[in-house]
């Protein structure tokens, strides 16, 4: 049935990293024909791209690799929180161990679909040209693979190198020396500026909004604390699964309202102490939901990081008086040294909301009070379209004729955040309004990967052809996650969870605000009662 340039599959898997990975190999142990098809070069979904100075995971390491086939037991990483190169290392690890190269076809673009419904099968294309036949198309893009670059005026005029730190060169950018522009102060914008901060000559940071980051606590991992990982990895990893966002902490179940002062302050002072993400996830269970709660935690932040930055107008702009929206709703990112480095005399701060940017020109950067800025390097920090921008560039053609970004113009709707209405057999790994990007990586791609591998299966094993939720489905489990976003406070920060930082982009949740428990109970009751608002045939 196929000619010489239509390869034909079962399963055709869009993206090697952790979500893309689990599936081919699952699947791959079920008898299944599966591959991988990865526009990058090399193994690693966001950490092939993201190989920008400083680019570090946010998880522990321990807890930021698979739990299944005891694959942790030949690894360890060096550092608690691994960078970039570790990660990828530890890809290599995963393709030796699992031989996974000889399935993926890097360098190959997925580009676009249509189904054919006479043969129920996804027709798909590259950007080489070529067309795969698949009976069940699976994209597992992660949350942050379509990177954003603002419309800033003159940004093509720039003389010297502009990049997106998703889309760095592979061979790397030599800051040594330099004059650096970072614009944006999410994650990334954190991350370079902290790198720069150490070999550039000079580092200007353009921020809209503070980040209200975090201590890492970073440390190197020493035998004995390798022992000690070894040992209790498999209560860790079992932890994942039983947590709001697949960590091994969760929210303190007491409210902070309902504490004295010094006992509220006590509990907090631990959490900064043991530092990551416990002063958001392992805090009082009521501090994303009320705002004096939140304000507490606020202060509390407010102050320890004051105490670090010698000039109080620099204090000011990076950790105001007045929260900037409340603390949390945003993604702290984890620092090191980010607020230090501003006390070095080479390192500066625009507050773009007082002095925007007028204009790139070829030597820099000109902002509203008329000073152009000299720059060699301009690091676009800026972000994603999150969560479904990396569907929604794709030209994939649902049966009823429309593209999937026409059908979710106005937000999207996914039953179970897995699937979508007129796209019979498409399955999405970290899809919208799935767990996605409020999930440890690693955790998702098993536990929600197991759920996609359990559907194929039964679907591929009892002989159906086609899998597709209903429109229905599809609004209630919208109308699900807007009514459990609804009582916090996300909504009250302009964020990529919300969908806020692309301009036009619908303001909904775009990630599970139920918890990571709780959408598992959801998918299991909707599977024992046969696959609940889906239809298959
Ligand atoms: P983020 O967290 O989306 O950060 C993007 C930053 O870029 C953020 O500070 C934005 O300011 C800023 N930005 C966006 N557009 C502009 C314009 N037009 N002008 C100035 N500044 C702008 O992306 P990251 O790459 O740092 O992190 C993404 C995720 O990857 C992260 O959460 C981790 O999960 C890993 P804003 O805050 O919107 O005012």
């Not at 039983?242 to 907090?268: H, K, S, V, W």
Request: glycine share 8%; with cysteine.
């Amino acid at each position: 049935m196929t000619d010489t340039t239509t390869e034909e599959l079962d399963v055709l898997v869009i993206g090697a990293g952790f979500a893309g990975i689990y599936q081919l190999d699952r699947l791959r142990d079920l008898g299944y024909s599966v591959k991988i098809y990865e526009a990058g070069s090399r193994l690693g979904g966001i950490w092939y791209w993201n190989c920008y100075p400083g680019a570090r995971v946010d998880t522990e390491g321990p807890i930021y690799q698979f739990a299944y086939k005891d694959i942790w037991k030949s690894w360890e990483y060096s550092e608690l929180y691994p960078g970039w190169s570790e990660v990828r290392d530890y890809f290599d690890h995963l393709d030796r161990t699992l031989d996974l190269a000889r399935d993926i076809r890097f360098d190959t673009r997925v580009t676009g679909a249509d189904f054919d419904t006479d043969r129920d099968q996804w027709v798909v294309r590259t950007a080489d040209g070529r067309t795969t036949r698949c009976r069940y198309l699976v994209p597992c893009l992660g949350f942050a693979s379509r990177p954003y670059v603002p419309d800033l005026p003159g940004l093509d005029s720039f003389g010297g190198a502009a990049h997106h730190t998703a889309l760095w060169p592979q061979e790397g950018v030599d800051l040594t020396g330099k004059r650096v522009a970072v614009i944006g102060t999410g994650a990334s914008g954190v991350q370079v500026t902290q790198e720069a901060a150490r070999d550039a000559a000079a580092v200007t940071v353009f921020q809209r909004t503070p980040n209200l980051a975090l201590p890492m606590r970073q440390r190197t991992l020493t035998p004995a604390d390798q022992d000690e990982i070894r040992r209790e990895l498999p209560n860790r990893f079992a932890a994942r699964g039983e947590t709001f966002a697949g960590f091994d902490y969760d929210f303190i179940p007491q409210n902070a309202l309902d504490l004295t002062d010094e006992e509220r302050t006590a509990g907090y002072q631990q959490l900064w102490d043991r530092g990551g993400f416990r002063f958001w996830l392992a805090i009082y269970q009521d501090t994303l939901f009320v705002q004096e709660s939140n304000d507490h935690a606020y202060r509390f932040w407010r102050d320890k990081v004051r105490a670090r930055i010698d000039d109080p107008a620099l204090a000011e702009k990076l950790a105001p008086t007045e929260p900037p929206h409340p603390f949390g709703v945003k993604r702290p990112s984890l620092e090191q040294n980010y607020y230090d480095v501003f006390n070095q005399d080479t390192v500066s701060l625009v507050d773009l909301v007082e002095n925007p940017i007028e204009a790139v020109t070829p030597t820099g950067i000109t902002t509203r009070d008329g000073t152009d800025h000299p720059f060699d390097v301009i690091v676009l920090a800026t972000g994603f379209d999150s969560v479904s921008g990396g569907l929604t560039r794709l030209d994939i053609r649902g049966t009823d004729g429309r593209l999937l970004r026409e059908q979710w113009a106005d937000g999207v709707a996914a039953h179970l955040g897995i699937a979508t209405a007129h796209f019979p057999n498409l399955l999405f790994v970290y899809g919208p309004q799935s767990p996605s990007g409020f999930c440890n990586g690693p955790t998702c791609a098993e536990i929600q990967g197991e759920m996609v591998v359990e559907t194929l299966d039964h679907l591929l094993r009892s002989g159906a052809r086609r899998i597709e939720s209903t429109p229905e489905a599809d609004r209630e489990w919208a109308e699900h996650v807007a009514g459990l976003v609804a009582p916090t406070l996300f909504p009250k920060a302009r964020s990529w969870y919300m969908g806020a930082n692309i301009p036009g982009k619908p303001i909904q949740s775009l990630n599970y605000p139920g918890g990571l428990p709780l959408y598992r109970q959801r998918f299991d009751e909707a599977k024992q009662a046969g696959f609940a608002g889906f239809a298959i045939s």
